[in-house]
């Protein structure tokens, strides 16, 4: 089947991630989950894998200067990674991260990529180059600065390799 990729800014490609991402989550599932009340940051850019009939995967970017060991370093965010179910392991989301990676990579400033998973992704996104990071996460909720520990942060390595210290998001966790 042909697929193609569209890497769109976050707003363009709303309105075709929003159906995907709602059957993936739908919202009454979201509200029992540990992570129902996390207010999330809205992603910059949007990876679309469509098949001639629909929008079967996205992957969103955030790019968001971070603090980690309280230095700056330009980071990209992944979060959003969603593959709809009718169309799973037929290798769309692998698609889309390559496509998010190769757009991260394109950015010479970008030191690191982050993204947050739950325990039945960690093999996926190891087995795609992702390393755990064991340090902490603060990131911004409802205001205030607090540790974000409802899911694991996992790091792809650019110019730096973190994998402990504090990582401060200086914004909505994504
Ligand atoms: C996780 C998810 C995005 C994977 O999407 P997908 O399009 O099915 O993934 P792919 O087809 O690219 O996977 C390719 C390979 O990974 C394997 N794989 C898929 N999910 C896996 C998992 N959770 N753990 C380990 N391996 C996995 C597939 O079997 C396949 O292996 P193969 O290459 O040996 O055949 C999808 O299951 C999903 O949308 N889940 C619900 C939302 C979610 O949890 N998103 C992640 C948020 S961090």
């Known amino acids: 089947m042909s697929i193609e990729i569209d890497i769109v800014s976050g707003n363009v490609g709303w309105p075709y991630a929003k159906p995907l991402l709602e059957a993936v989550w739908p919202s009454a599932e979201v509200a029992k989950s540990s992570w129902g009340h996390i207010e999330w940051a ?27 060991k309280g230095r700056k370093h330009a980071i990209a965010g992944i979060g959003g990674v969603a593959t709809h179910p009718d169309h799973r392991r037929s290798g769309y989301a692998s698609i889309g991260l390559d496509a998010a990676v190769r757009t991260i990579r394109d950015r010479e400033a970008i030191d690191f990529a ?29 205001g205030a600065r607090i540790r974000f520990e409802v899911m694991t942060p996992y790091v792809f390595d650019v110019k730096n390799a973190p994998r402990e210290g504090a990582i ?4 909505l966790p994504w």
């Open 168 to 171: 401060d998001l200086c914004g």
């Open 114 to 142: 982050l993204l947050f998973c739950e325990p039945h992704n960690f093999a996926f996104y190891e087995a795609r180059g992702w390393h755990r990071f064991d340090g902490v996460i603060m990131a911004e909720q409802a």
């Open 42 to 68: 809205k992603a910059d850019l949007r990876v679309l894998v469509e098949t001639p009939d629909d929008v079967v995967c996205h992957v969103g970017l955030v790019f968001r200067t971070v603090l980690w």
